[in-house]
């Protein structure tokens, strides 16, 4: 296979990859004497169009992609993204609409985004939302800001934020970021939030509890009212982390398990594509105690027509990013959300459910599992009987990429030593399925037979396995002329 | 429309492997109280045909066809190589999750590593990240990256910074009960070099500019860096529009030591405000500090060079509560358009684009200055935006032109009461000639 | 705009290596009596912003936006799902050549391979081929094919084939001094069986029909191909609308002989005509006969299963003024886009799709024959189109209605003298109730 | 590597890839009492929309085009396609309009048509042009039966087309298919028409010579007036295919060389991409004395506005398709031509020459080139040092795949045994002629040391080499639900 350069090592002065349309007014010159300016940007490539359509093409064949398959990663929910949501997104209306035109001139996407809002109340049973997060850590940003807000509103924003010791690494740092302190809660031997424990810690130095549900194992909370009982019963609130969303729409609502806030992740449960890291959107939905604090500006109906209010309340957290929040994501997750309508929805968490459960049943005699609760739509393995062989989760992972599949997610939950978190999805087919299920029972046999080629995979992508400890020990962060390589 | 793929025989073969007789077993861990008894209240489904006529009818609720803009003030309208939309919608780039494989990420590490490459140039600084939320958001990164830094109490933010950015890092520090001082401006329409002075000290930690500014005025990020450095502050330069930084000059050259901003001007649409892409640099002694993914370069086992995220212990999923920043998705998709972009455009393009829009801009400039009533409200330097004053208030001026089908500008009095009757007025190489003679014509009759 | 990738450098290095110095004087070889020693008087060069503007010019001159239409005719308005679009644009689909080198082509011939199952599910017969230009050049072809199989000079054409398709075998047997005599109609709008009945005889090649033919109506396949057996005539049916056969049984199972058409309507888009889809499918038995590339599966030396063209001793590179056509380049991507299309709406969307035209037509025949002064000038079957007869002249009709934004229908008094005051009109799945209603609503008003 | 079924392979009931908004009208049962109708249609296949998503996304993956690198086809002129000619055939209004409107509501599409017809008209120096043909081959035809219809007018049509033997297959095909016999001219040993031949040949017999210029050796048929001339003086036509007008664009016109009829290759020459075999466009230019044959229908200027004329003489040759031609392709063309302007069309010619010759300068000891004439576009290399060891163009061909490179053509010109036609075009990269002259070197070198690897490959592809006669003996033609595979 050919080595696709860098692009800056196939410049040449001459070649042009686009043109201006030339310029239409009389030149002026000297109109920049008194500051400092430049000829032109050094290092900057220049390629042909062809290069450039060559460069890329090649480059994206090197990608794995949920276009291309089975990518049970597990808590980033990779499902199929539909096409038609790219194709409403692409509407020339959507694209050219600029952020600071008069109201009447957005109208519609005001409408796009109030509906979405709407909608998402009703999916999770929250009083209201905001759609401003460009992600799911900046939601559980504004989340925190929010109950900080109220609570300092109260008379004190207090110190602590208990975080199980499951939970996914953005929520500690969000609570970091919003000026807390963190505590662990454990979790007990079924894997869920041990409620004494939490009693034990919950005080009314804590602000909240920041719990994700179904939580990064997969299992649901299912004391998630008696632990809502004991943080409100101290005047703390709840968080949800609601990157698992996943297995509950249509099935049950947060709102409804006395949570406080929640953020969603679109680019997980609504199906937008994750573009490989981003862009996202993680709103926060609220229930109306939080209501004042809502980041601006908000979006309100006025009779006919839609307004942004940008001074609501005193109250307010401020704004959190530019204008209103990823727009052409959020047409997506309201494109998807309107193909799916009713029994869609709650057929995705069945669906997701099952197929996970499927997976579980056909490998939990080949990969340990350290709890054995029931699970929902993801399921956590972990490398404890390959290990024995001196095969880790990583080598699993990156022999799965022989078989032609996306490996695990193996960064977390810290309480499973060498994880394999597993989430299918609702979009597979049964092929994909057995397909992985049967690579992995293969590994598994291999690791007992012959653990070399774990250990040396993958063996058939463009890359093999790269030195993750030489790029940090030596980063080499950018392209520079002297390098020959 | 669903998108499940299972036959309704799979189905059956699945649940009698799992040993069940109904998907609804699977819910049992769910308690009865919270379990929804209920359709949820949504319209649809909707097929493909209807969906799109839905969303059809809301895109001709935003009538904004056909209308002449004159809009910047942070989001910047510039053509779009036809290459940009056509590779960056492939689906090997845009449904692949962050590349926390590598082996099989390389087109999405690569193409991250050279958009790093880009923004040093640009920026005339070490290093820089894979992206950041928006311009805005880096704004705030950067604020609390110098104060990791420095750990002094005050932080000087121009008065001239995008208003949303600086309301966005106040956001961000509110709970860190830094002093953040506003520095406001001069006749120039820059930063008041006098004022800049004399709240600069040892508490310091650094002072945040934009250039160009709000306003559309260059700033002088030597003077200001010198004035930071002075005090071993750090002079934080925030760029909303960086196709300027095809003809100024690198502000990293010029002392700053951290750049950061957004980049939508490079081939990411107006979208109504997002998504965006926020990007960031810094001297590479900052490292540790800095937020947001980064790229490295390294090889595999059989010596082939290959790119990988690299120097995560500053991120969430290791440090946790100790991380430089809680974000995890980024932009890394409009990064990617944004390489295209530039990479499109080239050495030469680029230096073209913002030529014209410098000319452009000044022809503007010139156009609009001799009208009678109208004045130009600061006399600094500018690259493609610059504030006119209006005989009349803004908005009756505002209303007047949409009556013409043109949107002026972006008025300045709701967030700067002290500019009333004041607009941003943004031209750009979309800008035909006679695009800007008819606003002055326009402006001619009505002033 | 140019393409050329070479710098400035490399250019000199080139020269060098060749030996000269200029390009000039590779061209030595061309005469200088015949060298244009000017300029091509051809506008440009244009940048992507002034072709784009040009061509949008050009398309609003189309004023087709807003029409409600019922134009059929040949060429269908059906429904394209949105991955159509999305995939048939891949660079990997759109860039190749014809798939010469298989082991780098199986995207392109496993398709193909596909879509000649997909054409032999449809059409009930052996084989297919991977597409002709389109459906009136596959009607040529089949005539030259039944005639090379059969090698007698008559051949029966029924006057309610398209009239394009008739016109267009006249022109590609024009110089075999065939026989070929047009079958008319009868009030049902169907080929006049008795008048077949009478033409047929042992000098006769084939018999060729389109159903549903160019006024709608379904033929009696049955009856015409035991007629054309009896002689051992070739039974040709040209279907122009295959939507249809979602729903009406496969005329290879109905005894036709050779089944070719066109498959616009299978997710190609209207595009003024062109690029269409010729199809083509028959009896095995003449397989050496058939014209275009087929595609055939194979494997290779490691015995994976692999695509390839095949049968080529057939084709022109091969077999040169001897080939079974002299088609080279087809129409690939087009019937790309139709196997996409066809198994996107699979079995069941596929079967739902001919049922609600189906369904439409017979609603809007309904509404419109109710109209005082309109007739249905045929009682025969009809799928998705029908003739109506006016009480007024047809452009008085036809300029009444578009005033309405109504485009009603294909006029046939041109092609059809005979036929004063008629048109035929189309509805299918893409009409919504009240779009068929409104018609009716206004041609009761003016009839 | 995962292989790719076949869609029908994964297909299942209950799976659906697309739906149809409900019906809204009141169903009517027993539509078609009298007709034979069927339930469904027997095979088709049943899949959701994330696996057709993913059917078409891994074979595309399967097949090298332009996109991905250096396509050097000889004849086919693969240059690279133009992004922007693909953005501005999806206009909505050239795509959705119908061809049958009333002719106000194509105007634009009328002159689009019109105005490409003019430049092409003066971009070869012909009178005039039909758009209509749909590729190269049926340009062939409806130039030959123009000639034709003109010679029947003139009394007699003739019987024999004059064809040189390096000419590609299409246009003896052709010839026959409009009612000649085909004679073959010798080339001489310049590779060029053999003069004397061809005076010896022509005849009143001799109805026209089909002439490739640039010949398919790349070599400039330098006596082309002459040769006309003889012609001509026996009262025959000069056809010439345009195939190789990538060659001569700006530089010098068919029209000038006393040339009657031209096809142009709208997929080669100028731009428009070949999809895997199409749709491409063959659009022929005539001299005046046969316009009164063109095919039906004409585009006609009428004062401001444009319109079709069905009915212009009764000598055309009547039509030779549906409507009007492969109208989009016809709009990337177009697109092409004022994207590049005179001086960027004059330049495809000088670049694409340039690259041949330096590719010939290159490999001309390494491989045989049967004729030493000067040649412009492309050369035409043998096997002939490499059969000395066994390995055919075939073998060098799959060798090229293992290199990531397309191979270059061998079905013709017949008159050069195991032929290797280079074509480079003028939008490839020095970096990409030079990595084709090294694998080409490497291959030369291993023809030597070790013949195996060459007759053996490709080695790394999808599939390896294909037994292509199995599949001409026992043809499988399609899928049928019997099989397992
Ligand atoms: C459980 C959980 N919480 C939060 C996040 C953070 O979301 P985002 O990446 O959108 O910022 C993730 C994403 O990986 C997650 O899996
Ligand atoms: C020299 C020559 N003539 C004619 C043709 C036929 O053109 P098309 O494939 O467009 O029918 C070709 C195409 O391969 C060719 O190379």
């Known amino acids: ?485 | 429309m669903s998108y499940i793929s299972l036959s309704d025989n799979d189905l059956k073969e699945m649940l009698t492997a799992i040993g069940i007789t109904s998907i609804k077993e699977l819910f049992n861990s769910i308690p009865a109280d919270i379990k929804l008894n209920r359709d949820l209240n949504v319209p649809g489904p909707l097929t493909e045909v209807e969906v799109v006529a839905y969303f059809e009818n809301l895109a001709n609720k935003n009538l904004s066809l056909d209308v002449l803009s004159f809009l910047g003030a942070g989001a910047y309208s510039h053509v779009i190589p036809s290459v940009v939309d056509y590779l960056s919608q492939r689906g090997e780039f845009v449904s692949p999750y962050t590349p926390y494989q590598p082996e099989i990420s390389q087109g999405t590490l690569q193409t991250a590593f050279e958009f790093q490459t880009l923004i040093c140039q640009l920026t005339g600084l070490d290093i820089a990240n894979a992206s950041l939320y928006d311009g805005a958001s880096g704004a705030a990164e950067a604020v609390l990256m110098a104060h990791r830094l420095r750990r002094r109490p005050k932080i000087l933010v121009a008065r001239s910074l995008h208003p949303q950015y600086r309301e966005t890092i106040r956001t961000y520090v509110n709970n860190l009960h830094l002093n953040i001082i506003e520095i406001g401006y001069d006749e120039s329409g820059c930063i008041d070099l006098e004022k800049l002075k004399g709240s600069m000290d040892e508490e310091t930690s650094a002072v945040v500019f934009q250039s160009p500014n709000f306003f559309g005025s260059i700033e002088d990020i030597q003077k200001i860096s010198e004035m930071a450095h002075q005090y071993s502050a750090l002079s934080t330069a925030v760029i909303a529009e960086p196709v300027s930084l095809g003809i100024l000059e690198a502000p990293g050259i010029l002392g700053a030591d951290i750049v950061t901003g957004e980049a939508q001007s490079f081939g990411i649409p107006l979208s109504f405000g997002g998504p965006y892409l926020g990007f960031m640099s810094c001297r590479k002694e900052f490292i540790r500090q800095f937020p947001g993914r980064i790229v490295g370069e390294t090889h595999d086992v059989e010596g082939k060079r290959g790119y990988v995220l690299t120097l995560s212990t500053r991120e969430q999923h290791i440090r946790r509560e100790r991380a430089t920043s809680n974000i995890c998705t980024n932009q890394a998709l409009c990064a990617l358009r944004a390489t295209m972009f530039l990479e499109t455009l080239g050495q030469e393009g680029f230096r073209e684009l913002a030529w014209q829009n410098l000319q452009k801009a000044h022809y503007a400039k010139g156009q609009l200055s001799q009208i009678k009533g109208i004045s130009l409200k600061f006399n600094g330097n500018i690259f493609n935006e610059f504030v006119c004053e209006f005989p009349k208030p803004w908005e009756e001026i505002e209303s007047i032109l949409l009556e013409k089908k043109i949107i002026i500008g972006y008025g300045l009095e709701n967030e700067f009461p002290e500019l009333k009757n004041c607009a941003v007025i943004c031209v750009t190489e979309t800008h035909k000639k006679e695009d800007i003679d008819k606003l002055a014509a326009v402006l001619k009759e009505i002033t």
Request: glycine content about 8%.
């Open chain 1, 1 to 485: 296979m050919i080595r696709e350069p860098l692009i800056f090592e196939i410049s040449g002065e001459g070649k042009r990859g686009f043109r201006l349309p030339p310029l239409d007014i009389p030149v002026t010159i000297n109109l920049l004497n008194e500051v400092p300016t430049r000829e032109k940007v050094d290092g900057f490539p220049q390629v042909s169009e062809t290069e450039i359509v060559r460069h890329f093409t090649r480059l994206s064949q090197t990608n794995y992609c949920v276009d291309i398959g089975f990518y049970p990663l597990g808590s980033c929910t990779m499902k199929y993204n539909p096409k038609i949501n790219e194709k409403v997104a692409a509407m020339d209306s959507f694209v050219r609409t600029h952020p600071s035109v008069p109201l009447k001139f957005s109208q519609g996407n005001l409408e796009i985004l109030k509906t979405t809002e709407e909608l998402l109340s009703e999916i999770t049973g929250m009083d209201a939302f905001t759609l401003q997060p460009a992600a799911g850590a900046q939601g559980e940003l504004v989340g925190m800001l929010l109950i900080r807000a109220y609570l300092e509103d109260l008379g004190n924003p207090r110190k602590i934020v208990l975080i199980p010791d499951s939970a996914h690494g953005t929520n500690p740092s969000s609570a970091h970021l919003s000026g807390y302190t963190v505590q662990e809660i454990k979790s007990n031997e079924r894997g869920t939030v041990d409620v004494n424990d939490l009693a034990r810690m919950m005080s009314e130095d804590v602000a909240a509890l920041m719990i994700t549900n179904p939580n990064t194992l997969g299992i649901f909370e299912d004391e998630i009212k008696k632990i809502a009982g004991i943080v409100h019963s101290k005047g703390g609130l709840v968080y949800m982390d609601g990157a698992n969303m996943n297995a509950l729409v249509g099935h049950c609502r947060p709102g409804d398990m006395d949570v406080d806030v929640i953020h969603l992740n679109l680019h997980k449960t609504f199906s937008t594509p994750h573009g490989g890291g981003g862009p996202g959107s993680g709103p926060v939905g609220i229930k109306s105690i939080l209501e004042p604090y809502l980041p601006v500006p908000l979006i309100e109906r006025h009779g006919e027509g839609l307004h942004l209010n940008f001074n609501p309340s005193k109250k307010t957290i401020g704004r959190i990013r530019g204008f209103y929040g990823n727009f052409l994501v959020i047409v997506k997750a309201l494109t998807y959300i309107l193909s799916l309508g009713p029994q869609g929805l709650s057929e995705v968490a069945e669906i997701a459910v099952l197929n996970a459960n499927y997976i579980r049943k056909n490998l939990e005699k080949d990969y340990h599992l350290k709890y054995d609760s029931p699970t929902l739509h993801e399921c956590v393995f972990s490398d404890k009987f390959q290990k024995e062989h001196g095969v880790l989760n990583i080598d699993i992972a990156k022999r799965l990429i022989d078989f032609g599949m996306h490996p695990p997610t193996m960064s977390f939950p810290l309480i499973v030593h060498g994880a394999l978190m597993v989430e299918p999805t609702e979009t597979e087919s049964k092929r994909d399925l057995d397909m992985f299920i049967a690579a992995m029972k293969t590994i598994a046999i291999e690791a007992k037979e012959n653990p070399e080629v774990i250990k040396s995979a993958p063996h058939g992508s463009y890359v093999r396995r790269l030195d993750e400890t030489k790029a940090a020990r030596q980063p080499v962060l950018k392209w520079t002329p002297e390098r020959t390589d």
